[in-house]
């Protein structure tokens, strides 16, 4: 098959269905030559060249979903230093997420920086500090767009991760050294364009984030969160990746709310599905 790259986008918990599509090319026996991710699709692409089997992910995402409060803490102490700004750093996140990412990283224990993924990657973020992108990746890269963009190699696996999947507002924002990084889906939720830049044949996009109405009496914190930024995001996104060409695999992830631990597998599911139907268009390029 030719060198492929894939593209995973951002999208909360309906990044589960990353899992399900990319079981399936699993049990194919396919694997990309290259992956950018953002956001979830950031921390799923970032486990996916570290080598790990989707079966292995998969079911220590069950574990989370079915046990989401011993993984994700209320920043208590955080937040009080909000209120009482000499004891320390105010918060940057309502949420900490270092147990769910240091579990995740548990699977490739040996694994420290970035320089430890096994094929080209990227993971995008944003720093507040100096209002510019950040690429964390394994390879010297020009960056694809417009902006100002930092290219950051050899850096902690656990800081890439925790950066690309820190929702402002919601995921507590790493700081390191100089600077706080939130989110990459605030500059570009698929990036379809990194993926180019690592220089494949072809792209596989996987755009899990399709964000469905909502009544207004449903719509909680991490609902107003993740839209507000999906508003944004999606209309950037559909702006870069026009300009490259590539195949869009778009799982049903319709009426999962934004915290719908529950559907976690369902979300797999309907990853693996959506991939299957579009197998056939990947397997002719």
Do not use: C
Request: hydrophobic share 45%; aromatic share 8%; charged share 15%.
């Amino acid at each position: 098959m030719k060198p492929f790259a894939l593209a995973l986008s951002g999208g909360g918990l309906l990044g589960a269905a990353h899992l399900g599509a990319l079981r399936f090319l699993e049990e194919q026996g396919v694997k990309a030559t290259a992956v950018a991710g953002t956001s979830a699709g950031g921390l799923v692409a970032s486990l996916y060249a570290l080598g790990i089997p989707m079966h292995r992910l998969i079911r220590v995402g069950q574990e989370i979903a079915n046990h989401p409060l011993e993984y994700f803490h209320l920043n208590t102490v955080g937040l009080l230093h909000e209120l009482l700004p000499k004891l320390g750093p105010p918060a940057t996140g309502l949420i900490q997420p270092e147990r769910f990412v240091a579990t995740l990283l548990s699977l490739a224990p040996s694994a420290e920086t970035t320089a430890d993924w096994n094929i080209p990657t990227v993971l995008t973020a944003v720093d507040l500090v100096t209002l510019t992108a950040v690429a964390f990746t394994n390879r010297p890269l020009t960056p694809p767009a417009r902006g100002a963009w930092q290219i950051a190699t050899d850096q902690p696996l656990w800081l890439a991760m925790q950066a690309t999947m820190a929702m402002p507002g919601l995921f507590a924002a790493p700081r390191h050294k100089d600077h706080v990084l939130v989110d990459g889906g605030v500059a570009d939720t698929l990036p379809v364009d990194w993926a180019y830049a690592l220089d494949p044949e072809f792209i596989v996009a996987i755009d899990v984030a399709t964000p469905a109405h909502i009544e207004a009496n449903r719509l909680g914190l991490g609902d107003v969160l993740g839209r507000s930024e999906s508003y944004a995001t999606d209309t950037l996104s559909r702006l870069r990746e026009g300009r490259i060409s590539h195949l869009t695999v778009r799982p049903d992830t319709l009426n999962v709310p934004f915290l719908g631990f529950a559907d976690y597998g369902r979300l797999v599911e309907t990853g693996w599905q959506a991939m299957k139907e579009t197998w056939p268009q990947i397997a002719d390029l």
